[in-house]
């Protein structure tokens, strides 16, 4: 319970803003807010559990778990506020990333903000192509095919740019 408790201080200091918070027996669960047309809707909810001296995370819907350390949770929401800002690009701004990202760009990632398994800091890749909804496909040198996404993940272009 102390770790849970850990939490609570840090989303109430933090995170209310973003956050409800709900406290049930030996869990909690926060609900991940993010503005849609000026009214606050759930983007994400984690339930958090000890466990082993660690926080068992569950996200929903995606279905997602890990153990944490507390001094990790601040990763998760900082991803989850990221993902929550993702938009839709217009078919406009995709014909502009495929004309700035063709196939052979050389990219190195700052920083990738995804909850499962993201590609590590500094990892270099080339691009392979960009999709129909804008997602910058890469070929990582760690053997990873995870995609970028603009506006979310953090990266530049190396080299020559090609």
Do not use: C
């Not at 997602?64 to 078919?91: A, M, P, R, W």
């Amino acid at each position: 319970m102390k770790l849970l408790i850990e939490v609570i201080l840090k989303v109430a200091d933090k995170y209310m803003d973003r956050v409800n918070l709900i406290i049930s027996g030996n869990s909690l669960t926060l609900e991940y807010l993010y503005n849609r047309s000026g009214e606050q809707d759930v983007y994400k909810t984690l339930t958090i559990t000890e466990f082993e001296g660690k926080l068992k995370v569950r996200v929903s819907p995606d279905r997602l778990e890990g153990i944490i350390d507390v001094s990790e949770l601040d990763d998760v929401i900082l991803t989850l506020d990221k993902q929550s800002k993702s938009k839709n690009h217009t078919q406009e701004e995709i014909k502009y990333i495929r004309e700035k990202y063709v196939a052979g760009t050389k990219i190195e990632l700052v920083k990738m903000y995804d909850l499962i398994n993201p590609v590590p800091e500094g990892t270099r890749g080339i691009v392979q192509y960009v999709d129909d909804i804008g997602t910058i496909h890469i070929n990582w040198e760690t053997g990873s095919t995870l995609g970028l996404v603009i506006g979310i993940d953090e990266f530049k272009v190396f080299g020559d740019g090609k």
